[in-house]
């Protein structure tokens, strides 16, 4: 890591360095490997907020406490069932049908370990979708777009022109709440 990181970031995903190179902060990214897999008796909330919290503890582990580490778990959720990245086109099929013309929840968890311990913050938003039709979807998917994606879309791509309404935070549908995560920062690192 570089002599004035600040911080490790536990993520993979570019969209999640991209934003938290927007906060003041140097940071450098960190591997870790941790198991997406939502336990029977688990709400969303909650497998959400362990997701962020085991990729910030993995790499907190992997640099031995070195400096602070940040990681993150987004989640899109529709009547209680989490809809996570598709597997294939006809699961991203499914996805988008139960999307079309209804109102999910995307939720996203940023954790940060420390010497203070893990502290573990959620954003919800709500997110309405106008109605697709079967054309779109498989139209969407040849786009290669939905399938690194938590519900098959990315707001801030091709996906934004099926969104009708959003309540809540932009970046954090995105994959990192600017502001939650900047006053976890404010709290627990320093500058340089
Ligand atoms: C809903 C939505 C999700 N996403 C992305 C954010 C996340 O990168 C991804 C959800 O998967 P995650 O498992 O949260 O993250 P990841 O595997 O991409 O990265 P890492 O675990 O290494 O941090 O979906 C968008 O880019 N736009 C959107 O509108």
New binding site residues.
């Given amino acids: 890591m570089s002599a004035s990181a600040a911080l490790y970031l536990a993520?993979?995903?570019p969209?999640?360095r991209e934003l938290l190179a927007l906060l003041d902060y140097p940071f450098t990214v960190l591997s870790v490997d941790v198991e997406?897999q939502q336990q029977p008796d688990e709400t969303p909330a909650d497998y959400v907020q362990r997701l962020a919290r085991d990729?910030s503890q993995a790499g907190w582990l992997a640099c031995r406490g070195q400096k602070p580490v940040l990681g993150?778990?987004?989640i899109?959720v529709f009547e209680q069932e989490v809809l996570e990245?598709p597997r294939d086109f006809a699961d991203a099929q499914r996805i988008l049908q139960l999307l079309s013309g209804n109102t999910h929840t995307?939720m996203t968890a940023v954790a940060l370990s420390s010497e203070q311990g893990c502290e573990v913050v959620l954003v919800n938003s709500q997110v309405t979708f106008r109605k697709l039709t079967p054309e779109e979807i498989s139209r969407y998917w040849q786009t290669g777009e939905p399938a690194?994606?938590?519900?098959a879309?990315?707001?801030?791509g091709i996906?934004g022109k099926f969104v009708s309404h959003l309540s809540g935070s932009y970046s954090a549908?995105?994959?990192l709440p600017l502001l939650e995560t900047d006053l976890l920062l404010q709290k627990y690192c320093r500058h340089s």
Avoid: C
């Fill in positions: 993520s993979a995903s969209r999640r997406e990729k993150a778990d987004t899109v990245k995307v690194d994606k938590a519900g879309y990315g707001i801030q996906g549908v995105v994959g």
